[in-house]
């Protein structure tokens, strides 16, 4: 049995940094694909990045390029999500997903992934 436990998340002001971690029970290096979401309340479920590794390509929501780098240890099975120059609009539960399928799927639906951890919190106070 899979399970992705993500931990990192807390309360941070604005311009602030936090790290993100999604631990892997099984091989990380077994997903083909592993990406992040969030949810703010009242909201959708929101892509923020994610990676394949057939292309090898990382893709990044807009909203977060440039501020969020996405990385992963593969002998650690652990993916991260550093986040730079936080804003109150990032403030969110945070989720990770990971996919083993070897073929194409669409990493910005979180519909498309076959595991998704319970999520962590960040709240960003300005």
């Known amino acids: 049995q899979v399970q992705l436990l993500e931990s990192g998340g807390g309360l941070v002001q604005v311009g602030g940094s936090l790290r993100l971690s999604c631990a892997a029970s099984?091989?990380?290096?077994?997903?083909?694909?592993m990406g992040w979401f969030r949810q703010a309340p009242g909201k959708e479920h929101e892509f923020v990045a994610a990676?394949?590794?057939?292309?090898?390509?990382?893709y990044y929501a807009e909203s977060v390029k440039g501020r969020f780098t996405l990385s992963s240890d593969n002998a650690k099975n652990t993916m991260y999500l550093q986040m730079n120059s936080l804003k109150p609009e990032d403030t969110a539960i945070y989720y990770c997903?990971?996919?083993?399928?070897?073929?194409?799927?669409?990493?910005?639906?979180?519909?498309?992934?076959?595991?998704r951890g319970q999520g962590t919190q960040v709240t960003v106070s300005s």
């Open positions: 997903a990971a996919d083993q399928n070897q073929g194409f799927v669409n990493v910005r639906s979180l519909r498309a992934y076959d595991y």
């Open positions: 099984g091989s990380a290096g077994s997903f083909y694909h």
């Open positions: 990676f394949s590794r057939r292309p090898d390509t990382t």
